[in-house]
């Protein structure tokens, strides 16, 4: 039998993607549950592979990465091996943030990160438009960020966002 969250699982989830770094006591004071569950239920997340991994988010333009690039990438051939290694090429590329296999107009949807033009011309030069079997690059430059999300709404119905705005 496979395992499915609870509505608490949810809410841990939910807690843990605002701040990794709340503590299983903090959570379990607001959950009004037991440490040892919520350590528990944390670990079982974990080993599941619903939580994944705990990351800090960083900002980007102060660290100098200022240039976002959508950048959508067709194939010349679709051969069964060809598709996975393009996939192992571009995973190493530190520019690419994300990499999308899409149906329709392009084979892949790349998010890459930069300093600014000069770099993604470098990086389109040397890196990208280097690699076999490449048919067409076009790119699309981010001008202004107006929502960027990384959480997931898990929509757990409990007021835990009341619960940390009355600390």
Not at 82 to 92: C, D, G, H, S, Y
Not at 117 to 122: G, H, N, T
Not at 145 to 157: A, C, D, M, S
């Amino acid at each position: 039998m496979s395992f499915i969250p609870d509505q608490i699982d949810m809410c841990i989830m939910d807690i843990l993607q605002e701040d990794a770094r709340t503590t299983n006591k903090e959570i379990a004071s607001r959950l009004g549950k037991s440490v040892t569950s919520i350590f528990e239920r944390v670990k079982r997340l974990e080993a599941e592979g619903y939580i994944l991994r705990y990351i800090a988010v960083l900002n980007k333009n102060k660290l100098g990465k200022n240039l976002v690039a959508w950048t959508s990438v067709t194939l010349k051939e679709h051969g069964q091996d060809r598709l996975p290694a393009f996939e192992q090429k571009i995973n190493t590329f530190p520019e690419v943030m994300e990499c999308y296999k899409m149906n329709g107009q392009f084979d892949y949807l790349l998010k890459i990160l930069v300093a600014d033009m000069e770099a993604y011309e470098l990086f389109n030069l040397t890196k990208l438009s280097k690699l076999d079997n490449i048919y067409k690059i076009r790119s699309l430059f981010v001008l202004a960020e107006t929502k960027q999300e990384v959480e997931l709404n898990l929509k757990t119905g409990l007021p835990i966002k009341l619960q940390q705005k009355n600390k």
